[in-house]
């Protein structure tokens, strides 16, 4: 079941989860919006816009870098590429000092890691069928996701006690707090992080060879397939019902993920540590669940696993939307909603894999990217807008747990494809 091949893909999962655990979720947004822009509830509605903006441009992007990776054959070298824009942008951030006078610098960095992050992770995905037996698809996948909010949590640890300190417990690395260089020193420690664990898939993950297609030919193969590949799409129904129903759940966690850690801070006062705190017991209950449900997902399929964990994302944020006041409450129900996070991504990509023709994957999975962030723009845009509006993240959170609802009703209408069964 685990393979040399396999081991290394996952742990590509742990080196970039430091960017979507640092970055783009919990410490970034909350140090733009109360640092950077000066005013948590509207830098959280701007941040949001700008999200929204990068998902709009991944969108476009993805099916062409697909159906580039696709015909040119080889995708390790443009996985390298993007993962490399990825990681300077990342550290980059850390040169971002306090003052509104970086806001829009802060903003086209954070866009540009989100956007080659993106693009990269569609590459990534598609190469889950190279890596794995189809029987263990989705264990392998779950095992990758759990990986991955472990080295999440593992870099945010690192943070905690050697960059920003606990409490009256110093960091072991003692840095000027003047311009907060605790917090920014993370930022960079995220980039560094990734680029370090990225390595393994780079040296043990088998690779297609080369077509006899150049770059630009395939390039311009894949513009010409990006019609043809929605047509199909289209007709095939189970696959229209899925990618419909994924781009809208998804379209709520990504929300929910670039608005977390500044809804914390917002509404239960939360300092970086505590956000690293409450970031931390998120993540292992995410990665446990991810893990423990991978299971489910290889015996009752991806579709059943989907639904009950977008049943209990929807409940545990019901409960926090109407029931939780203080910051233990939220912090205990926060966890429990975190259980639930990475069944939903993981099962969507095993779904997507078995759906999409073999020979295409990378193409497809460019599509999955560009349905998920043409619809992940409106999500931020729509909780900025509602936040701005009543100026509390509330009626923002309340817009995710609609998504959820929806995105369940059209997964519910997919019709699950037969696998082998594991062994």
């Known amino acids: 079941m685990i393979t040399r091949k396999s081991s290394a893909w996952a742990i590509f999962d742990w080196g970039n989860s430091a960017i ?6 919990f410490v970034f947004p909350v140090y733009f919006a109360k640092s950077i822009f000066g005013d948590e509830t509207l830098g959280s509605a701007q941040w949001s816009f700008a999200i929204g903006i990068a998902g709009l441009a991944t969108a476009i992007l993805a099916p062409l870098v697909g159906g580039m ?3 040119y054959g080889p995708r390790k070298p443009l996985l390298a590429l993007l993962c490399a824009f990825t990681v300077t942008a990342t ?4 040169l971002m000092a306090p003052g509104v006078y970086w806001v829009m610098p802060a903003l086209i960095l954070a866009g540009l890691a989100t956007v080659t992050f993106e693009l990269g992770q569609s590459i990534y995905n598609s190469m889950l069928n190279d890596v794995s037996e189809p029987q ?28 920003i300190g606990l409490g009256d ?4 690395i003692p840095l000027p707090k003047e311009g907060e260089w605790p917090v920014r020193a993370s ?11 990225i390595l393994p898939l780079f040296l043990f993950c088998p690779d297609r060879g080369r077509t006899a297609l150049s770059l630009s030919q395939s390039a311009n193969r894949g ?14 129904r189970n696959m229209r019902f899925f990618i419909i129903g994924s781009a809208i759940y998804r379209d709520g966690l990504i929300t929910l993920f670039a608005i977390g850690g500044l809804y914390a801070a917002d509404k239960f006062g939360m300092s970086f540590a505590d956000i690293l705190i409450f970031a931390i017991g998120l993540n292992v209950m995410s990665g446990l669940g991810a893990m423990l449900l991978s299971i489910l997902d290889d015996r009752a399929g991806p579709k059943t696993t989907i639904l009950i964990s977008l049943a209990g994302l929807t409940l545990c944020g019901l409960t926090i939307l109407l029931f939780i006041d203080t910051k233990t409450g939220f912090m205990i129900t926060a966890m429990m909603l975190g ?7 993981s099962s969507g990509r095993v779904m997507m894999a078995r759906l999409s023709p073999i020979a295409e994957q990378t193409r497809y999975f460019g599509f999955y990217a560009m349905t998920g962030k043409a619809a992940a723009f409106t999500g931020p845009i729509i909780y900025g807008t509602l936040t701005s509006l009543f100026h509390d993240q509330n009626a923002g959170l309340a817009s995710i747990l609609g998504l959820w609802v929806i995105g369940a009703v059209f997964i519910l209408l997919v019709r699950d494809k037969d696998v082998p069964k594991p062994r």
């Open 169 to 172: 417990t110093p960091p072991l």
């Open 136 to 163: 263990y698809r989705g264990r392998v996948s779950g095992i990758a996701w759990g990986l991955g909010y472990f080295g999440g949590l593992s870099c945010l640890v690192i943070a905690l006690f050697g960059l």
């Open 69 to 71: 990776a696709d015909h």
């Open 20 to 25: 979507s655990t640092i970055i783009f979720t």
């Open 223 to 236: 513009v010409g397939e990006v019609i043809e590949t929605l047509k199909e799409l289209w007709q095939d």
């Open 187 to 197: 930022f960079a420690l995220a980039g560094i992080w990734m680029a370090i664990f």
């Open 91 to 94: 550290i980059g951030l850390s």
């Open 339 to 345: 259980i639930f996070i990475g069944p939903a991504q």
